[in-house]
T-cell receptor, first 114, second 112 residues
């Protein structure tokens, strides 16, 4: 059981496709995050939204475009990806200022770029 | 810059025994939090335990406890009475403002 959901769970796309990853949190949190987890590499923070404002953009290529329409939803729009972008994309949420600001993660989207 | 080091890429433990997963960290923040997450093969990152840098006592959550040694900058995770379902990747992390900085993880395999 998780308070953070992600769809789709698996995605295969070509390099010319456009797709979007969706994350929804049901925890009443005010911050949301996108992480990338590649094989044999530590989790990499991509984007942070706090109170629906982007506060972190960790040198991510422009082919990844985040969107946070409200505090419960976070999207990652993908276009013209490269094979090296194949990875597990994890969304997380937290309540800034409370609970040690513990981040709770969704189940992830496994992305394969062909 | 914050950094997390997990020196054990993989570990075995016998079912019902205790196991310690090592984590050392480096941070210049005067106040910080330390976290452990479990990642089974399904991919989800499951929060296990949190330790605040100013907490006087070591954190415990059921079978999980955190051996926090601030002077050594270590935050080892102890899992007591290991179960087969504990087989997973385990990640240590330190927070820095909005960010969580993760270690490279330790793969734990519990033997029946």
């Amino acid at each position: 059981e998780t308070g953070v959901t992600q769809t789709p769970r698996h995605l295969v796309m070509g390099m010319t496709n456009k797709k979007s990853l969706k994350c929804e949190q049901h925890l009443g949190h005010n911050a949301m995050y996108w992480y990338k987890q590649s094989a044999k590499k530590p989790l990499e923070l991509m984007f942070v939204y706090s109170l629906e404002e982007r506060v972190e953009n960790n040198s991510v290529p422009s082919r990844f475009s985040p969107e946070c329409p409200n505090s419960s939803h976070l999207f990652l729009h993908l276009h013209t990806l490269q094979p090296e972008d194949s990875a597990l994309y994890l969304c997380a949420s937290s309540q800034v200022g409370q609970d040690g600001e513990t981040q709770y993660f969704g189940p992830g989207t496994r992305l394969l770029v062909l | 810059a914050q950094k997390i080091t997990q020196t054990q890429p993989g570990m075995f433990v016998q079912e019902k025994e205790a196991v310690t997963l090592d984590c050392t960290y480096d941070t210049s923040d005067p106040s910080y939090g330390l976290f452990w997450y479990k990642q089974p093969s399904s991919g989800e990152m499951i929060f296990l335990i949190y330790q605040g840098s100013y907490d006087q006592q070591n954190a415990t959550e059921g079978r999980y406890s955190l051996n926090f040694q601030k002077a050594r900058k270590s935050a080892n995770l102890v899992i007591s009475a290991s179960q087969l379902g504990d087989s997973a990747m385990y990640f240590c992390a330190v927070d820095s403002s909005y960010k969580l900085i993760f270690g490279s993880g330790t793969r734990l395999l519990v033997r029946p």
